[in-house]
């Protein structure tokens, strides 16, 4: 028998991302977020409410990055989700990150988390803070790449957050081949 919980943000997994940017003086600021995914080839859509010094930065810079939390940094990646840089502005320096200027945008890569999306803002929505951005570029540091070049989720470690015991977990195991094992059923 199912339990029926109504109308809640539940899905799995929820990604938590990390966005980053520069506000008017050129300070990064960055900011945690579970409400976001891919949307097309070369886009990204995320819930981002009109509040967030992040999301001032945004758009007034025109560009972001999105990196994916890890194990590694779960305690400042909660922080920079708890903490408002309209209160902190220091707040990166605070969780122990340091950045990088991007080649692609003109914002922050977060030197701490290995895996980036460089985006450039496509449009934004105050009314349903949905924030798009086109991907310009991913980068990846070598320590989180396999013997083929590619990203290995088990050296990135990725975290997700589990919104129905407001908990991150670390992803797990390969348990299937996508595009292949289904072929079994044909």
């Known amino acids: 028998m199912r339990k029926n919980f109504g109308a809640k943000p539940y899905t799995y997994p929820q990604p938590v991302l990390i966005i980053a940017s520069y506000d008017e ?6 900011m945690n977020a579970a409400w976001g995914g891919i949307s097309d080839d070369t886009q990204i859509s995320m819930c981002l409410s009109a509040g967030h010094k992040t999301v001032k930065n945004i758009l007034k810079r025109k560009a972001f990055t999105v990196s994916m939390a890890d194990a590694a940094n ?11 840089a309209n209160d902190v502005p220091d707040k990166l320096e605070k969780a122990g990150f340091h950045t990088t200027r991007s080649e692609f945008v003109d ?33 990846a540091e070598e320590s989180v790449l396999d013997e083929n070049g590619k990203i290995d989720p088990g050296k990135l470690q990725p975290i997700t957050f589990d919104p129905v015991n407001n908990a991150y977990l670390k992803l797990g ?4 081949n996508a595009f292949r094992d289904g072929l079994a059923l044909k």
Do not use: W
């Not at 195991?173 to 299937?176: F, M």
């Open 25 to 30: 003086n050129g300070t990064p600021d960055a």
């Open 74 to 84: 779960v305690a400042a990646c909660d922080y920079v989700g708890i903490v408002s």
């Open 107 to 139: 914002a922050p890569l977060i030197d701490e988390l290995p895996m980036a999306l460089e985006c450039r803002l496509v449009s934004y929505d105050e009314e349903s803070c949905r924030m798009v951005g086109e991907i310009v570029n991913v980068s």
């Open 173 to 176: 195991e390969k348990v299937g």
